[in-house]
């Protein structure tokens, strides 16, 4: 599996940001979980949210709810993070993820597949 992240950039508080991860590498990835994690400046990298590929049910860090969405493109192998509110503190690398399964875990040991990660900055 080969993940590819896209639409990070420099916005500033309140704006809003979408990202992008497509998927390869397999013919269908409806037994997949895809996750978005992050990870500032000199901090660990963090459990943002997951969507289970097939259904389309999503989770969210608390940091995040209520201000992110995740949705997917089942014909594109796509996978969006839209990012509203924003916040100076959501300043990080984001990385898309992927795990074969139903279940969704917020820990990065969970997931074997990673993008290289797109850099957002929230500017005060």
Do not use: H
């Amino acid at each position: 599996v080969q993940l590819v992240e896209s639409g990070g950039g420099l916005v500033q508080a309140g704006g809003s940001l979408r990202l992008s991860c497509v998927a390869s590498g397999r013919s269908s990835f409806s037994n997949y979980v895809m996750g978005w994690f992050r990870q500032a400046p000199g901090k660990e990298r963090v459990f943002v949210g997951a969507i289970l590929w097939s259904g389309g049910t999503t989770y969210f860090a608390d940091s995040v709810k209520g201000r992110f969405i995740i949705s997917r493109d089942n014909a594109k192998n796509t996978m969006y993070l839209q990012m509203n509110s924003l916040k100076p503190e959501d300043t990080a690398v984001y990385y898309c993820a992927a795990r074969y399964g139903s279940r969704w875990y917020v820990t990065e040991d969970e997931y074997g597949y990673w993008g290289q990660g797109t850099l957002v900055t929230v500017s005060s």
